[in-house]
């Protein structure tokens, strides 16, 4: 790896593949799928040849041009699936979800929150992690 702190920069192209190429579990799947529409053919793969690239290189033209074709046309709702991707998990859990109505306001920005059927929440609220919703 690197001998001291400063040859930092000659790791970041590396660094940078890895963090691209590997497999998020909260959108499941990896940030270069969702640019390029395929995964990365990694160094090691073009030198010891992996399955994919076998696969790939014996098809004919057009077939290879379909089956492309096919795999740009899933690209949008792969991305569509990663944002809307409702299934949040440890710390990105939501603590609390709304809407809810500003019974009181305290000092220092502190709010007394109650559900739409005026059931006063238990916990105080600040103010700067509400956002306003008009009906």
């Not at 790896?1 to 930092?8: D, P, Q």
């Not at 994919?52 to 098809?59: D, F, P, S």
């Not at 859990?93 to 929150?113: D, F």
């Amino acid at each position: 790896m690197i001998k001291n702190h400063r040859g930092w920069h000659e790791m970041l192209p590396y660094t940078l593949l890895d963090y691209r190429t590997s497999v998020r579990t909260s959108i499941g799947s990896t940030p270069y799928f969702l640019v390029y529409g395929t995964e990365a053919v990694i160094p090691a793969e073009v030198e010891i040849l992996s399955l994919r690239i076998i696969q790939e290189a014996e098809l004919s033209n057009a077939k290879w041009v379909s089956r492309r074709i096919d795999q740009l046309t899933l690209i949008d709702e792969k991305r569509m699936v990663a944002i809307f991707h409702d299934e949040y998990k440890g710390k990105f859990a939501p603590n609390w979800q709304g809407p809810y109505m500003v019974l009181k306001v305290l000092s220092r920005g502190a709010l007394v929150l109650s559900e739409m059927d005026d059931t006063a929440w238990p916990k105080l609220i600040n103010s700067d992690a509400v956002k306003r919703y008009y009906i």
